[in-house]
């Protein structure tokens, strides 16, 4: 595994342990150790995944404190752009939006520090997101952005979105009540 950190404080790139033979393949997104020693201590308490048609953009998303997590996001099948959003106030990246190629093919994780919205544009049928995350899900917590109002250019007009992402807070308005 190779842990490469980003301008993005707390935010890396993480290149998977992988080995293919004739029956396949084995990837590893997990080592306790090797994240510790790479400064990555979040414990995760949940797991789950996401499947999307080309196109769809899922996001910006992020739990509200005390509920905050960290997030490790991957693709087992097909190809995302994952995209990040630095939220925390005192951080000299605040504002600045990080994104990343994440794909089967590629076998790369990104951990993502709370304090950080999350989203992705799907590129394929059924990309299929996994995720771990250091916090229980928490419904009264759970809250975004809108993906048009921090200045990202997704390349779609038209993207297939939830009812709930569509209505998501501005930006401009989020920093108004910014926690983090
Ligand atoms: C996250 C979550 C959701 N749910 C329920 C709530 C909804 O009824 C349903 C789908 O949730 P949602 O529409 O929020 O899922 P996505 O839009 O794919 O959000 C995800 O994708 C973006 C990019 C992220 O970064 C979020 O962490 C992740 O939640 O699952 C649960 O029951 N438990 C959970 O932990």
């Excluded at 998977?16 to 306790?32: P, Q």
């Excluded at 990104?110 to 059924?126: N, R, T």
Aim: hydrophobic residues 30%; contains cysteine.
């Amino acid at each position: 595994m190779k842990f490469t950190e980003t301008e993005i404080k707390g935010l890396f790139i993480i290149e998977d342990f992988h080995v293919e033979d004739e029956r396949g393949s084995f990837t590893k997104t997990y080592n306790r150790s090797l994240f510790k020693n790479n400064k990555l201590k979040g414990k995760f308490k949940e797991s789950f995944y996401s499947v999307s048609k080309r196109d769809v953009i899922r996001g910006m998303h992020f739990q509200l404190p005390p509920h905050d997590q960290d997030k490790m996001v991957y693709v087992t099948r097909g190809k995302i752009i994952d995209v990040i959003l630095d939220l925390r106030k005192k951080s000299k990246t605040y504002g600045q939006v990080f994104s990343i190629e994440l794909s089967e093919e590629k076998r790369n994780s990104l951990y993502i520090p709370k304090g950080c919205a999350h989203g992705f544009k799907s590129l394929e049928d059924d990309s299929t997101v996994v995720y771990d995350v250091t916090t229980v899900h928490s419904p009264e917590s759970d809250s975004g952005i809108r993906w048009d109002s921090f200045g990202y250019d997704w390349k779609t007009n038209i993207p297939l979105m939830s009812e709930k992402d569509k209505n998501l807070m501005e930006f401009s308005e989020f920093k108004k009540k910014n926690p983090f």
